[in-house]
């Protein structure tokens, strides 16, 4: 399935004015429903996205926002484990109610100095 054309809208409204996640997801809750994913999905792929650098995503609850720092739950799983370790098992590993694939925890990877991708591995740095 092409998603683009169902995204689109969405990313121009990201472009335009500076919106929250929580936002988006009022706003566009027939493009999530079509696209199957849930809000944390949404926040990750918001996450991933170079534009985001341009919105101020607050989220209005502390405890919610501290659960969904998938970058340091990664780096917490990391240390755990005293080694780097391949994405497919980090997948495995997520908190619950998150769900993600390789190629978004590559790019979070990518954007946080805490981590490192090696191959098909995650590294601690």
Not at 3 to 31: E, G, R
């Amino acid at each position: 399935m092409n998603q683009y054309p169902l995204l689109s809208p969405v990313l121009v409204s990201l472009k335009q004015s500076d919106t929250t996640s929580d936002q988006l997801w009022l706003d566009y809750a027939s493009v999530w429903q079509q696209l199957g994913w849930q809000q944390v999905q949404v926040q990750l792929w918001l996450a991933c996205l170079p534009e985001n650098a341009k919105t101020n995503d607050h989220h209005n609850d502390g405890d919610h926002a501290e659960s969904l720092d998938l970058a340091s739950h990664l780096v917490t799983l990391l240390e755990q484990a005293g080694k780097p370790l391949p994405l497919s098992v980090l997948l495995k590993k997520l908190p619950a109610g998150v769900t993600a694939t390789e190629q978004q925890l590559r790019k979070l990877a990518q954007q946080d100095a805490r981590l490192e991708i090696k191959g098909p591995l995650l590294k601690r740095v």
